[in-house]
């Protein structure tokens, strides 16, 4: 597996891109302290076929060294299109994999979705992803756009 800086490896129990440049590698061990995504709205619809649900489209922009914190999608059922630059994803306890400009992957309901960070190779590089969602209505008519991402707690259960 690969990445366009080097080998995806694990090392001490993490996966890390081997040969990446140090600003990648600063941060690794405290992710609270990267940026995280910004996310902007696209569409909400209801779709007639299939009722109780909602359809929701999101534009996700990954600034520079950003990650998301580890989180599921609150059962919803999730694809994602990279839009631009490269994205380091890790599913359960899959390996991880390097999604660039044009690829695409799916999250079933209950995903963990345990890594998620810009992997491009310029130091001051944007990524960005479409995300179509397919959610219990309920999800959204209780918690908003901010139950569609279930963070996993905190070291002492924040």
């Not at 929701?56 to 299109?81: D, E, F, K, S, Y």
Request: charged letters at 20%; proline letters at 8%; aromatic letters at 4%.
């Amino acid at each position: 597996m690969s990445s366009s800086e080097g080998t995806i490896v694990k090392k001490d129990g993490n996966w890390t891109i081997n040969g990446a440049g140090q600003h990648q590698l600063n941060h690794l061990s405290n992710p609270d302290s990267r940026p995280r995504e910004n996310i902007k709205l696209l569409s909400h619809h209801h779709p007639p076929n299939i009722p109780g649900k909602s359809l929701i489209t999101l534009l996700v922009t990954l600034p520079p060294n950003a990650a998301t914190p580890p989180h599921t999608h609150n059962g919803a059922a999730v694809t994602a299109l990279m839009l631009r630059g490269a994205s380091l994803n890790q599913m359960n306890e899959d390996e991880p994999h390097v999604y660039r400009e044009g690829e695409s992957w799916y999250e079933a309901p209950g995903c963990h979705h345990v890594r998620s960070e810009n992997s491009c190779e310029g130091e001051g590089e944007e990524a960005s992803l479409y995300a179509v969602f397919v959610v219990d209505d309920g999800v959204v008519e209780k918690e908003g756009l901010e139950g569609l991402m279930v963070f996993d707690a905190g070291p002492e259960g924040e």
